[in-house]
């Protein structure tokens, strides 16, 4: 399996908004083949800043689902209130757990 844990950070007072458009992402994200968790949070020590916690069966699905008709608009809105592009979060390979 492939685990990916990323991290945004939101101009000033849109955390909410990203996180609102990353929740959007992973109602459209679950209806594919392959995603097994898509986990949107926040630290409430640091308001700006939104992490995506996602299982995949591989790397490939989760590749495809960038692709997704939807995911590209929801990019599209959350980039201008970004304070800079999203870097590749931690990929992690996923060895087992409750849940999994």
Do not use: F
């Not at 990929?91 to 999994?100: A, D, K, N, S």
């Amino acid at each position: 399996m492939y685990l990916l844990h990323g991290k945004v950070t939101s101009k000033k007072g849109y955390a909410d908004e990203v996180a609102n458009i990353l929740l959007q992402a992973s109602r459209i994200v679950s209806t594919v083949r392959g995603c097994r968790l898509y986990v949107v949070s926040k630290d409430q020590r640091d308001l700006n800043t939104v992490y995506v916690t996602a299982i995949w069966e591989n790397k490939e699905d989760h590749d495809k689902s960038l692709k997704l008709k939807g995911i590209k608009e929801l990019m599209l809105r959350v980039m201008p209130i970004l304070v800079e592009q999203p870097t590749k979060g931690q990929e992690l390979e996923t060895l087992g757990g409750l849940g999994i």
